[in-house]
């Protein structure tokens, strides 16, 4: 059964850090890009970040930028997603998703894990 997993959630202080994990089962990770999302309570989904199939590429969201970085191990079928400097408005449900095709595209995201709460706060 294809399946993503994400972990690595909690509550950190304003200034943070957190590493989410996104593991995979049932399926390699190797020929798709990975993108992370998040949803914010009353907001719509947004997209966080994006790495290809090689990890060649990455992209981010431009509020993201600077402060986190998306990577792959996939011999572990794993993606991360680095959050520093975390602010009060990166409180979310971070969700990852596999994509249809090996490069980073808006559309084609499926699979999606339950997601991991990450909260920021004093």
């Known amino acids: 059964q294809l399946q993503l997993v994400e972990s690595g959630g909690g509550l950190v202080q304003p200034g943070g850090s957190l590493r989410l994990s996104c593991a995979a089962s049932g399926f390699t990770l190797d020929y798709y890009a990975i993108g992370w999302f998040r949803q914010a309570p009353g907001k719509e989904r947004e997209g966080v970040s994006c790495i290809s199939s090689s990890g060649g590429i990455t992209q981010y969201a431009e509020s993201m930028k600077g402060r986190f970085s998306i990577s792959r191990d996939n011999a572990k079928n794993t993606v991360y997603l680095q959050m520093n400097r975390l602010k009060p408005e990166d409180t979310a449900i971070y969700y990852c998703?596999?994509?249809?095709?090996?490069?980073?595209?808006?559309?084609?995201?499926?699979?999606w894990g339950q997601g991991t709460q990450v909260t920021v706060s004093s």
């Open positions: 998703a596999k994509s249809k095709y090996s490069f980073c595209m808006s559309g084609g995201f499926g699979s």
